[in-house]
């Protein structure tokens, strides 16, 4: 049997504003270091190590899984970083808060935005200097691969192809593997591990700073997952994520 453990970035600074992010490069707040230094301990008492680490090319989940590597005293671990673990990119969306998006479109267009399978939101221009296509830290990355707006599919379509050649074969290869992420970039890992059907991934919300061990057998078929965090914080975190879409 296999263990992956899988995590989303700590607190954001526009998870504290409530606005949408996506492929924006926020910095954690101080609450979100402190989820990561937390989830660490966390993972060093239940005893995890780990040979290798992924995280998003963002500065939110990079800290997140230093923070986390360094409270676990293994920050030697060797580290991966890839584009196609980034969030799912919010378009036009990206920097307005989403209480106020909801209270001017509704908060069942917002629900469709956020957790619609194959909707996605209004790109944002190819000439807008937000574009990841003016980022250099993409730049060896072909302009027809960088989103200017995703839906899940299209946040499944470009992490898949990160987990087919990268963190399964790790693990088949008896490596242990932390992947930290974003909460719609690891809604997109999940549905393919899991086999989720496209109508029930809108129901999957990730909460922020939590350790989600995935059980998986020979074929890396999920056997069982589960938080490593204490039940009623993740609770309170998940209604928290749901009712970021609320008037
Ligand atoms: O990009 C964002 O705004 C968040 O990371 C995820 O947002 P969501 O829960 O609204 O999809």
């Not at 990561?36 to 190590?49: D, H, T, V």
């Not at 939110?60 to 293994?74: E, F, K, P, Q, Y």
């Not at 393919?192 to 350790?211: A, R, S, V």
Request: charged residues 25%; proline residues 4%; hydrophobic residues 35%.
């Amino acid at each position: 049997m296999y263990k992956l453990v899988l995590m989303r970035h700590g607190e954001s600074e526009w998870n504290a504003e409530n606005r949408f992010t996506g492929w924006s490069d926020v910095d954690l707040t101080i609450k979100g270091r402190q989820q990561a230094n937390k989830a660490g301990l966390l993972m060093k008492e239940a005893g995890y190590n780990f040979d290798l680490a992924y995280a998003s090319m963002l500065k939110r989940a990079i800290r997140t899984l230093w923070v986390a590597l360094d409270s676990m005293n293994i920050m030697h671990t060797p580290i991966g970083l890839s584009w196609r673990l980034n969030e799912r990119h919010y378009g036009q969306l990206q920097g307005l808060n989403k209480s106020d998006t909801a209270k001017k479109y509704g908060e069942e267009q917002v629900l469709i935005w956020r957790r619609s399978y194959d909707i996605a939101p209004e790109p944002l221009s190819l000439e807008d200097s937000r574009h990841p296509r003016f980022d250099s830290r993409y730049s060896k990355i072909p302009e027809k691969y960088l989103p200017s707006a995703e839906c899940l599919k299209d946040t499944v379509n470009r992490v898949v192809p990160f987990w087919n050649e990268s963190i399964s074969s790790a693990i088949r290869a008896g490596r242990n593997v932390l992947v930290v992420a974003h909460g719609n970039s690891l809604r997109a890992l999940i549905k393919h591990i899991d086999n989720i059907p496209d109508g029930d991934i809108m129901n999957l919300n990730i909460p922020t700073g939590q350790p989600l061990v995935y059980e998986l057998d020979e074929n890396l078929k999920v056997i069982r997952n589960y938080y490593l965090g204490n039940p009623e914080d993740i609770e309170k975190s998940l209604d928290s994520v749901k009712n970021q879409g609320k008037a």
